[in-house]
């Protein structure tokens, strides 16, 4: 059960968290630990933004959103994930390039490419993705989804996207949670004090702190840590006073929101002749304006006979906007020249992600412009001494996760505890 949180003896909070996303949660949670009045204001009506697992639509667990524990060895919910019993199990290398009578040369092709990318970021100033592919001739006939997949995770098209921002994503094995991702936040941030379905509009400094105003009224503490996505301040849902600074401006403009969906089919038992958690491209031969028009199953998520049909980039923007049902077609119909036909009767229901339509989001995680990605530092800074930010897009090095964001909040809640008690009381 979420709690309320009681205000502090002269009727204001010492902390107010904008935002009960993973960030959210993690500010709050050490700020509570600390011993420090505060509350989190959340628009929605639940917890844990953009990791959310949902029961209602197929009656299963289905990550809406995040669904990959990244990196787990530095993943923050990996231990708490483990300490909250929940079962999580290494991703089986379970990789099928359909369509390739031998796949070993084009996987070592993909990792020559990375390597390629890799030495390009460490010599050369920052340059978009595509400029740096460009460097790497290649005229196999699965270059163009080699090229695809390095961009793929980024949620951004190789044109638009920062090879800085690519090279300093840490990487490493990945893990899933069998009850989902979202399960994992939401135990995380249970009876936390949040407040649900109150959207905040202003935010003031004030000779006193700050003044946060909600759909809830006017709220006083003496420092605010705003964790809401890229998309939203972009789209100034939040009022600021004093009003944001050009640094800070540019560093929005910058690092910017991306596009990344599930298209989930729900099939029936046995439908797919692959092992669970199996992930499969194909050969992406169509382009839009320069952007591979694709995506890659992720089949039977768990054993769950969830099968996602994920989409990034500008073909994930397209098809979002075409709506569910262009959406959940031509997921059927990829998977039927896939598999056959008869893969259409297996289906039982459908759903499609819709994170850049969500007025909450306004996109799936953020992404540097190429020249942009030492902005995620700017972003990091307090504006008006004492409205700080969190977020996975001001983390440096797991920008675009939810570990990112967790670990970006706890910084966050660190420099308000030394900012109200002193640096050396912050543990």
């Known amino acids: 059960m979420i709690n309320s949180a009681h205000t502090g003896t002269n009727g204001a909070y010492d902390v107010i968290v904008i935002g ?5 949660l993690a500010a709050t949670r050490k700020l509570s630990s600390a011993g420090v009045s505060v509350i989190c204001l959340e628009a929605s009506g639940r917890i844990g933004g953009r990791a959310h697992t949902d029961h209602q639509i197929f009656g299963i667990p ?8 990244h990196d787990f060895k530095r993943n923050a919910y990996a231990r708490i994930g483990r300490k909250l019993g929940f ?79 690519w090279y300093n994503y840490e990487d490493g094995p990945d893990w899933f949670c069998k009850q989902g991702f979202g399960a994992i936040v939401a135990a995380f ?28 009224g006017t709220a006083r503490a003496r420092a605010v840590i705003v964790t809401v996505s890229q998309g939203v301040l972009a789209a100034e849902a939040i009022r600021f006073d004093p009003p944001l600074g050009n640094a800070r401006l540019s560093a ?3 690092i910017r929101m991306g596009h990344y969906n599930h298209n989930v089919l ?11 958690d199996t992930w499969i491209t194909y050969r992406i031969t169509e382009e839009k304006h320069g952007a591979p028009q694709g995506g890659g199953f992720l089949c039977d998520v768990s054993g769950s006979g969830l099968t996602y049909f994920e989409t990034s980039g500008s073909f994930a923007r397209d098809l979002e906007a075409a709506g569910e049902k262009a959406a959940l077609a031509y997921a059927t119909d990829t998977l039927a020249d896939l598999f056959g036909a008869e893969i259409r009767k ?49 983390h440096l090095s797991q920008m675009a996760t939810v570990s990112g964001a967790h670990k970006s909040g706890r910084r966050a809640a660190k420099a308000v505890l030394a900012q109200l008690h002193g640096p050396d009381q912050v543990s």
């Open 189 to 216: 941030g249970d009876g936390l004090p949040v407040r649900l379905n109150t959207p905040v509009t202003a935010i003031a400094r004030t000779a006193a702190g700050v003044e946060v105003t909600s759909s809830a």
């Open 87 to 165: 079962d999580l199990y290494k991703v089986p290398e379970h990789y099928l390039l359909h369509g390739a009578e031998d796949p070993d040369p084009i996987w070592d092709m993909f990792d020559a490419m990375g390597d390629h990318l890799s030495a390009v970021a460490q010599s050369s100033e920052d340059k978009p993705l595509s400029e740096a592919l460009d460097l790497f001739p290649c005229d196999d006939p699965w270059a163009r989804t080699a090229r695809f997949m390095q961009c793929f995770p980024n949620a951004q098209d190789e044109t638009a996207l920062s090879l800085h921002d």
């Open 346 to 394: 297996a289906v039982i229901k459908g759903h499609a992600t819709t994170y850049g339509r969500d007025p909450l989001f306004r996109g799936s995680y953020s992404g540097a412009r190429p020249g942009a990605a030492a902005q995620r530092k700017t972003l990091r800074q307090p504006h008006a001494d004492r409205i700080h930010f969190a977020g996975e897009a001001t």
């Open 252 to 254: 929005i403009d910058g």
């Open 266 to 276: 729900h099939l029936a038992p046995g439908a797919l002749p692959v092992r669970p």
């Open 20 to 24: 009960a996303g993973a960030a959210g």
């Open 62 to 69: 289905f990550d809406r959103g995040a669904h990959w524990l």
